[in-house]
């Protein structure tokens, strides 16, 4: 005897159409018999066709929408998921982190869009639009946007022309400490087995102050002592010592640069040298940044470091070619 076929299997507009013609087909005058054997259905379910049909019309044997959610995203969600992941943070939708994890990104689409979706289909799906995890820059909260356009746009290009007219010449100063202990870089290894370097169990730190110029000059000093007040005097001193032309500093509104004896040294330089300050909370406009990441990222943590002497060995070139800030 030939089974019948399971009808789950089959596709709602496929069921849509049998369930159509085989009533169409009893109306012709087939027998309900027949007609379940040439549709290879049970009996009874073609009586309940038939039973539909004549109570509530033909229509009433077209498939229903599908209940609950749906399981994938159009091609315009697709683009506002994108530009949701990519300019704003979990905090601007009330999650309580900072981070877009495949976990919040599906809570993000069933709370927005009412699409249900598993944390695996959620990781294919990033793929597929061109999202790849990334290690964040962090910004401070307290940075002023308008404030850091302004100096972009406005202030430094003033002190710029201003600089010219006075034949000054004008660098970019920033502190920085490194210890022994810094960690950056990867290294390779089979997977699930952490590769294992040589480190110091010892602690051993350096302060590091530099100020470079857009032509790539660079003055660099290390040392061991804290940066305070008279210290900073002494590095202005080193600094321009030799310069012909006045000296004009931007830098951070770090309060050692704004201390007392600062602002009295800057007095007895009668303008030959002048602090110009950043905008609060903006690392990314002073370019010595450029100089700290390639001491750490590219110096430190490729080797092992053992000493305050060896720290100090692990410095920069004293000519270095550096991007324009205009750039």
């Given at each position: ?15 849509e ?12 005058g ?5 007609v379940?054997?040439?549709?290879g259905?049970?009996i009874?379910r073609v009586?309940?066709?038939?039973q ?16 609950g959610r ?9 683009k ?12 601007d939708?009330?999650f309580?982190t900072v ?5 919040i990104?599906?809570a993000?689409?069933?709370n927005?869009?009412?699409?249900q ?23 401070a ?9 302004n100096w ?7 002190i ?10 004008i660098y ?6 490194v ?44 040392g061991?002592q804290s ?6 005097v002494?590095?202005?001193?080193s600094l ?7 000296v004009?500093i931007?830098?951070d ?7 007392n ?14 602090i110009?300050?950043?905008?609060t909370?903006?690392?990314n406009?002073?370019p010595?940044?450029?100089v700290?990441n390639?001491?750490k990222?590219q110096?430190i943590?490729?080797?092992?470091i053992?000493?305050?002497e ?6 920069p070139?004293p ?9």
């Amino acid at each position: 005897m030939k089974k019948d076929f399971d009808g789950r299997t089959l596709d709602h507009s496929t069921l849509e159409y049998i369930r159509i013609q085989a009533v169409k087909a009893i109306r012709k005058g087939i027998p309900i018999k027949e007609v379940a054997e040439i549709f290879g259905v049970h009996i009874s379910r073609v009586y309940e066709w038939n039973q539909r049909a004549q109570k509530k019309g033909m229509d009433a044997l077209r498939s229903k929408p599908v209940p609950g959610r749906q399981s994938f995203l159009n091609e315009q969600q697709k683009k506002v998921l994108a530009l949701w992941l990519c300019v704003f943070t979990p905090l601007d939708f009330k999650f309580e982190t900072v981070l877009w994890t495949t976990e919040i990104i599906k809570a993000l689409i069933e709370n927005e869009f009412s699409i249900q979706m598993s944390r695996s289909a959620v990781s294919r799906l990033l793929h597929r639009i061109g999202l790849t995890p990334q290690r964040p820059a962090r910004r401070a909260i307290e940075r002023q946007a308008a404030a850091v356009e302004n100096w972009k746009n406005n202030e430094f290009p003033k002190i710029k022309e201003l600089a010219e007219k006075e034949g000054a010449k004008i660098y970019f100063l920033d502190e920085a400490g490194v210890r022994t202990d810094y960690h950056a870089g990867t290294t390779w290894s089979f997977q699930g087995l952490t590769p294992i370097v040589p480190a110091t169990g010892g602690r051993y730190r350096i302060n590091m102050i530099a100020a470079i110029t857009n032509e790539g000059e660079i003055h660099f000093q290390v040392g061991t002592q804290s940066l305070n007040g008279d210290a900073f005097v002494e590095y202005l001193k080193s600094l321009v010592k030799d310069a012909t032309s006045p000296v004009w500093i931007i830098t951070d509104g770090y309060s050692v640069h704004h201390s007392n004896v600062v602002k009295e040294y800057l007095k007895k330089t009668d303008g030959k040298v002048k602090i110009f300050f950043l905008p609060t909370y903006s690392p990314n406009l002073n370019p010595v940044e450029l100089v700290w990441n390639n001491i750490k990222a590219q110096g430190i943590a490729h080797y092992l470091i053992r000493s305050v002497e060896e720290l100090k060995v692990n410095r920069p070139p004293p000519r270095r070619r550096w991007l324009h800030y205009s750039d």
